[in-house]
């Protein structure tokens, strides 16, 4: 249900933002996930009004976030709900969010996939590969993840310092393990 890849530089990026963020451990059991995510929300939901989801066309994803928002009287706001995943990734380009695919796995996807950043050219290839495999052009089905390394909502900007590339011959999928990073401050 959550992404995973890179995920302890979460911490980073709310740096970035200059935002608190609250962590928990979960093992990402089935179901289980949500009753952890429950128990973080519970212990805040005095401090927060809701919960954005980034769902695109998950009903799976944005259904869960929901009734948990429901049963705790948060709001659940699912901002990109049902949007054009093309036009999605051309807003995030124009307000110059700086995207990597850091893990793949679908047809499609080879390792050369790993530590792109999404661009025009980029978005082109995606937009082909939907058309030729069927893949989501947001990668909403797990056909890739991303991490943001700068948005207009960063304060600095995340630059990796060094990584690894994990690549599996047999299922054809892989990701890249950010193992150091730097900020930058923007001006």
């Known amino acids: 249900m959550f992404h995973t890849q890179n995920i302890e530089l979460t911490k980073v990026q709310a740096e ?5 963020i609250i962590t928990r451990l979960t093992k990402g059991e089935k179901e289980k996930e949500l009753e952890d995510l429950r128990e973080v929300l519970k212990n805040i939901k005095d401090e927060v009004d809701g919960i954005v989801c980034g769902a695109i066309e998950s009903e799976y994803q944005r259904t869960r976030i929901a009734k948990i928002c429901e049963e ?16 999605i990734l051309r807003g995030m380009l124009k307000s110059d969010f700086k995207i990597m695919i850091v893990a793949v796995g ?14 025009e050219k980029c978005l082109k290839d995606l937009i082909e590969l939907n058309r030729k495999y069927k ?5 909403e089905g797990g056909e890739f993840e991303t ?3 700068d948005c207009p909502l960063f304060r600095k900007r995340i630059e990796i310092t060094d990584y690894d590339i994990s690549w599996d011959e047999k299922t054809q999928s892989g990701e890249l393990i950010i193992k150091k990073v730097k900020t930058i401050k923007k001006s």
């Open 16 to 20: 970035a933002m200059g935002l608190p």
């Open 72 to 87: 705790l009287n948060l709001d659940c706001v699912a901002p990109l709900w049902k949007s054009d995943p093309v036009e």
């Open 106 to 119: 679908a047809v499609g996807l080879s390792k050369d996939w790993l530590g792109r950043i999404i661009d």
């Open 135 to 139: 893949i989501h052009i947001a990668g």
């Open 147 to 149: 991490f943001v390394l």
